[in-house]
């Protein structure tokens, strides 16, 4: 029967691969040697960490047996902060259109900031004099907390994500370039005539041609 163990990116380990001895080239007088002899090592690892797995294949002649990684998604915006988004976006179409209800709107949205304790992050002082900074930084918190990236439960070893989770993991893999500058979120960007790296340098930003916060999901 032989050994069993599952890693997890550096937050789990056995201690098999840390006892006393040599780094590499390990003899019978090495502790991993002595513990684990002749038995077969089956070490289930993260398969975004391999160099922390090295160590078990040098010190404890472990076969490594890799795992997808956890689901992400996106945050999103759900509730109040919904509510905030929907406030803003209708905020600055109405700011040219109906100043009136622009008007109203800022009342709302400063309200709306305040039951969703972002008064910490977002400085509501001056309230309508300084509406357009306030508007500006929401924007930009908002952008931030739907496009950041959660685990959506735990990867369930031997088994492929199905449905909504496989699209999610596609996508959580893709939106990044992986420095070739190619990435699904800089594709969508370029449909739109939009340049990603001017939207991520600048999230506080609305485009009024699209009436929505800068694309940067």
């Known amino acids: 029967m032989g ?115 972002l008064d910490k992050q977002i400085p509501v002082e001056g309230g309508h004099d300084n509406f357009a900074a306030i508007a500006e930084k929401a924007h ?13 439960g735990q990867h369930i070893f031997g088994e492929i994500p199905e449905g909504e989770r496989r699209v999610e993991f596609i996508n959580s893999i893709l939106r990044f370039d992986a420095g070739e500058k190619v990435s699904l979120r800089r594709a969508v960007a370029g449909l739109m005539n939009l340049e990603l790296a001017e939207l991520l340098a600048d999230q506080g930003r609305f485009s009024t041609r699209y009436g929505k916060l800068p694309f940067t999901g």
């Open 3 to 117: 050994s069993f163990h599952s890693g997890a990116g550096g937050s789990f380990h056995g201690n098999l691969e840390f006892l006393p001895g040599k780094g590499v080239g390990l003899s019978g007088d090495c502790y991993p040697d002595l513990a684990i002899g002749t038995l077969p090592h089956l070490y289930i690892y993260n398969a975004d960490n391999p160099p922390e797995g090295t160590i078990a294949k040098r010190r404890s002649y472990a076969t490594l047996v890799d795992h997808m990684q956890t689901v992400m998604t996106g945050g999103g915006l759900y509730d109040e902060l919904a509510e905030l988004e929907r406030y803003l976006e209708e905020y600055e179409k109405a700011k040219i259109a109906d100043p009136a209800r622009a008007h109203t709107l800022e009342h709302l949205i400063i309200e709306e900031i305040k039951k969703t304790n």
């Open 140 to 152: 930009a918190v908002l952008s931030t907390i739907r496009n950041t990236q959660i685990q959506d």
